[in-house]
């Protein structure tokens, strides 16, 4: 009798836990259409890394507010890559890539494994080469010891959006 007193009282706890969690859960607040994007500020890391990338680092100017940023980072230490990645209005996603790593391995790393396509997509006064890939598209811009990715998820007309937005500053430039 012992024995199965204790798994009735187990059985009646976890009942009691169930119902005080439920009835927590009911009056908790918590909103089903919220956004949950977490938005970052990429202002300082932007100059931060101007200072020490060995190239022009990219980054928007005048990008309208829909444009949420997500994820900034500068690694040194990793081909001085910098990246940036945004939410367009439509919630595409869209990065922008650069490194001092211009083999096309790492294009297609930042692109999720695209090709280039042989063809361009003019953006302002520069002609960026298209590359199309299953998961990502791309507008690739080789300079002089560096390379510039626009990417993602977004249409070739929002990667070159994005890409009609940037400027390329180094730290010198900025005092």
């Known amino acids: 009798m012992k024995g199965k007193q204790t798994v009735r009282d187990m059985v009646l706890s976890l009942t009691v836990i169930g119902l005080v969690v439920g009835g927590i859960y009911m ?34 100017v005048g990008l309208p507010k829909e444009w949420r940023a997500t994820s900034v980072g500068f690694a040194a230490k990793d081909a001085s890559a910098w990246h940036l990645g945004f939410l367009d209005p439509q919630q595409q996603y869209v990065a922008v890539e650069q490194s001092t790593d211009t083999t096309a391995g790492y294009i297609g790393k930042v692109t999720q494994r695209a ?26 811009r080789q300079e002089q010891g560096y390379v510039t990715v626009v990417t993602g998820t977004a249409s070739f007309e929002q990667l070159g959006a994005m890409a009609a937005t940037l400027e390329f500053k180094q730290g010198a430039e900025q005092r």
């Not at 970052?40 to 020490?52: F, G, H, I, W």
């Not at 280039?116 to 890939?133: H, I, K, L, P, S």
């Open 27 to 60: 009056f908790i607040p918590h909103d089903e259409k919220a956004d949950p994007t977490r938005v970052v500020d990429y202002r300082v890391e932007t100059l931060t890394a101007r200072r020490a990338a060995p190239y022009p680092l990219a980054a928007p």
């Open 115 to 140: 090709k280039a396509t042989g063809q361009t997509q003019q953006v302002g006064d520069q002609a960026w080469e298209r590359w199309d890939g299953e998961q990502y598209d791309a507008l690739v």
